[in-house]
């Protein structure tokens, strides 16, 4: 995995990864064995409208096998990052899960399965060459680049002292990866996100549109534009979200 960082880009390897075909019978047997042992798991898709394409071999369908296997083996109880960048990707993914599971069995499920919204306040696209990236694999010409970032907001986890109809085995569930930040509504984060960061890169694309850039870097010759987009962002949508949610997160809070 390629990693850039604001002095350059430097290159992790990430193992153990196994990779398998929902396509192939013997690989999609072994996605289903892995959900039922699973206790975190991420979906990370072009869309949410992936999440039942493929019948059999579809993301809804392999998970509610696996959670159907997790109801008969008494397995863990397991949460799973829904990652579309869509403000309701958990509800759309729970809903096609349970599509695929009968009804009689769906309680079941859902005592042993939470689905979680995710706030990721990056953006990012396929590099154009990747002749100076590590390949992801020996062989291959497809490159991972991500950026040096790991503050990711996701849904609360409910556990029985919330209240409400949870399973008493909830009450001991850790989060395996720590740095996740929980929170009990994600609206104000997603909209600082849409009209914050999002809103912040397009009209710096904008501008770098028509001042002949191919690149939105390019703009670093430019810090009078910088200056422009970063008053944009503080002065009018950082403003407003300010307002609006006052005293919810120290995020919004004027600076």
Same mark, same amino acid.
């Given at each position: 995995v390629n990693v850039g960082r604001d002095d350059g880009i430097d290159?992790?390897?990430?193992?153990p990864v196994e990779i398998y075909s929902p396509r192939v019978d013997d690989d999609r047997?072994?996605?289903?064995a892995a959900v039922a042992e699973a206790t975190e798991m991420a979906t990370a898709l072009p869309s949410v409208d992936f999440y039942g394409a493929g019948g059999a071999s579809s993301v809804?369908? %392999?998970?509610?096998? +696996?959670? /159907?296997?997790?109801?008969?083996?008494? +397995?863990?109880?397991? !949460? !799973?990052?829904?990652a579309e960048n869509h403000t309701q990707a958990a509800e759309l993914l729970r809903d096609a899960v349970l599509a695929?599971?009968?009804?009689?069995?769906?309680?079941? !499920?859902?005592?042993k399965v939470q689905f979680l919204d995710t706030i990721i306040g990056k953006m990012s696209g396929a590099?154009?060459?990747?002749?100076? /990236?590590? =390949?992801?694999?020996?062989?291959?010409? #497809?490159?991972?680049?991500?950026?040096?970032?790991? #503050?990711?907001?996701?849904?609360? %986890?409910?556990?029985?002292?919330?209240g409400g109809d949870v399973a008493p085995e909830w009450a001991d569930f850790v989060r395996g990866i720590e740095v996740f930040v929980e929170k009990?509504?994600?609206?104000?984060?997603?909209?600082?996100? /849409?009209?914050?960061?999002?809103?912040g890169h397009a009209l710096a694309a904008y501008l770098a549109h028509a001042l002949g850039f191919r690149r939105i870097d390019e703009l670093r010759g430019r810090p009078d534009v910088i200056d422009f987009v970063r008053a944009a962002m503080?002065?009018?949508?950082?403003?407003?979200?300010?307002?609006?949610?006052a005293g919810?997160? =120290?995020?919004?809070?004027p600076a």
């Open positions: 290159t992790l390897t990430v193992r047997a072994s996605l289903i809804a369908q %392999i998970l509610a096998g +696996g959670l /159907l296997r997790k109801v008969e083996q008494s +397995g863990p109880p397991a !949460v !799973v990052y829904a695929a599971v009968p009804p009689e069995r769906q309680d079941d !499920v859902l005592a590099p154009e060459e990747a002749s100076d /990236l590590q =390949p992801l694999a020996p062989g291959l010409d #497809r490159a991972y680049l991500v950026e040096a970032f790991n #503050r990711i907001y996701i849904s609360h %986890i409910r556990r029985p002292d919330d009990a509504d994600l609206a104000p984060f997603a909209e600082a996100k /849409l009209y914050g960061h999002n809103a503080v002065e009018e949508s950082g403003a407003a979200l300010c307002a609006r949610y919810v997160d =120290p995020l919004f809070t």
